[in-house]
């Protein structure tokens, strides 16, 4: 997460440049090759923003980064799996132990379907992770909605 990469990553989160998630998920497919991560049998899942948060970006930047990733990738992204049910202040605002208030109960997540294989990994794709709540609270919801195998992958850290 360098000064260039965090240029960008604002431009395209907060000054609506959706068409920057074309090359950041090159750079992100380029990064997740060369650390050897296998998307084999997999969905891709972004982190979901509230409508809300949606209106007022006219996109989710997770959403859209998890969408490019998965074409080049050729892996099923499936975004409409999770919701998030609370608004709040931007994450990237908060200080840690307001972020762990904000994220309880803050999402759901569609069970598996009954023909599903349980081999099956749900990978979740967000584009900035800061503490890890928002990541780790989603992968709580998708484990108790009956998800075995889940990853993470984010852009920057």
Known sequence: YDDTLRALIHQFKFNQMPDLALPLAER????????GFVFFDSILV???A???RRR???????????QELAKQIDTPCQPQLATRLKHSAHQSS????????TLKDAFHFQPPPAD???STRLVLVD???????TIGQLARTARKAGWKNIDAVCFCA
């Open 28 to 35: 992100f497919r380029m990064r997740l090759e060369d650390m």
């Open 116 to 118: 599903q294989p349980e």
């Open 94 to 101: 908060l200080p840690d132990d307001a972020r762990k208030k």
């Open 127 to 133: 584009d900035v992770v800061h503490s890890g709540r």
């Open 46 to 48: 972004p982190v979901p």
């Open 50 to 52: 509230h409508p809300a």
């Open 56 to 66: 007022e970006r006219g996109y989710n930047p997770a959403a859209l980064l998890a």
